[in-house]
């Protein structure tokens, strides 16, 4: 944490017209799933099944020498954007006719049920950074753009066809989401300066734990699974 994923940066200098531009776009999409598929049968006295997603970024864009050229130009233009898109999907999911049941160990030895613990987590951290800066003697300007994108899919369900023999069952979907832009602009000349900045988040979140249907999660594959096999 507290590292810089990426950096663009112009400069641009000269004694008439200067000019200087920075562009950052990337798109992130990311998918965790953990899960029993139709018809599956696990035999076993403890199952926990986490489906975990963690994204973390810092993204700086922009012209952040544009006050320290030694050349002034007499109009001096400059700018930056910088848009970024995180696209997280998260699931933990147990599918219909899904059998969960404790482990036969014989006769005379009574079967015990296991503990079911379904858990969905997505964090994400997004961090955009977009400064710029300049000077022209007889005319500057200066500005930014910068937009951060988030959708993210937080689920964790249990068919409500599925076969349970459980003591306790636990199912959680938790999102965690620190999501912020920062977009500034100096700009310094002797006649008409004009600096703007601007900062946009969108964030669509789903976040859910349940016992219901969850057909459109499906295939058509069968897995049986004992534990200590």
């Known amino acids: 944490g507290g590292q810089i994923t990426s950096y663009t940066n112009a400069v641009g200098s000269a004694e008439n ?18 899960f029993t598929d139709l018809r599956s049968e696990i035999y076993t006295q403890e199952l926990n099944m986490n489906a975990l997603n963690t994204v973390k970024g810092i993204y700086v864009s922009g012209n952040l020498n544009g006050l320290k ?7 001096a233009v400059g700018g930056s954007y910088s848009q970024i898109n995180y696209n997280n999907t ?29 858990r969905a987590e997505n964090t994400t951290d997004l961090i955009s950074i977009s400064p710029t ?18 959708n993210n899919i937080t689920e964790a369900s249990i068919s409500n066809k599925a076969h349970l023999k459980t003591n306790n069952i636990n199912i959680e979907a938790k999102n965690n989401l620190n999501n912020w832009s920062l977009s500034g602009a100096i700009n310094r000349t002797e006649n008409n300066g004009v600096g703007a900045g601007v900062a946009l988040n969108n964030v669509n979140s789903e976040t859910k734990a349940f016992i219901g249907d ?3 999660l499906r295939s058509d594959e069968k897995y049986i699974i004992q534990s200590g096999d």
């Open 133 to 150: 800066a300049g000077k022209g003697s007889t005319f500057g300007f200066n500005g930014t753009f910068s937009l951060g994108k988030v």
């Open 69 to 75: 050229s030694g050349v002034t130009a007499k109009k």
């Open 214 to 216: 969850n057909s459109y």
């Open 17 to 34: 017209n200067s000019l200087a531009g920075s562009i950052t776009y990337m798109n992130f999409d990311n998918s965790s799933n953990a």
């Open 90 to 118: 998260t699931r933990a999911y147990l599918l219909e006719d899904t059998l969960i049941s404790g482990r036969d160990l014989g006769e005379d030895i009574p079967i015990i049920y296991p503990d079911l613990n379904i």
